[in-house]
């Protein structure tokens, strides 16, 4: 089993910057990734990252303002966040899934608990 842990949410105004960081345990050599779940609206891929860290993918609406990255030795990966804007907030969601392209469905992912951010104006 794949237990997965968040980290680093919090307040934060527009244009702001916030790092959230997930690490897991119970197995390694996970694709990895974030998703994120506003009020009132369904959950959505943010982006994820391979196994080897050397590919990544993101939403259209993140690309240029946040970045994934993964330290293997840690089994800890992590979303730098820029230029945040209200449309943001939301509860950011780690997952973790065994093959990359399911992990961009989330289908099968693993869950983490999830961590709130919010981006005040």
């Known amino acids: 089993q794949v237990h997965l842990v968040e980290s680093g949410g919090g307040l934060v105004q527009a244009g702001g910057s916030l790092r959230l960081s997930c690490t897991a345990s119970?197995?390694?050599?996970?694709?990895m990734g974030w998703f994120r779940q506003a009020p009132g609206k369904e959950r959505e891929f943010v982006g994820a990252i391979t196994r080897d860290g050397l590919s990544t993918d993101y939403q259209e609406s993140v690309k240029g303002r946040f970045a994934i990255s993964r330290d293997n030795a840690k089994n800890t990966i992590y979303l730098e966040m820029s230029r945040l804007i209200p449309e943001d907030t939301a509860v950011y969601y780690c997952?973790?899934?065994?093959?990359?392209?399911?992990?961009?469905?989330?289908?099968?992912?693993?869950w983490g608990q999830g961590t709130q951010v919010t981006v005040s104006s």
């Open positions: 119970g197995r390694g050599s996970l694709a």
């Open positions: 997952a973790a899934d065994v093959r990359y392209m399911s992990m961009l469905t989330g289908r099968n992912a693993y």
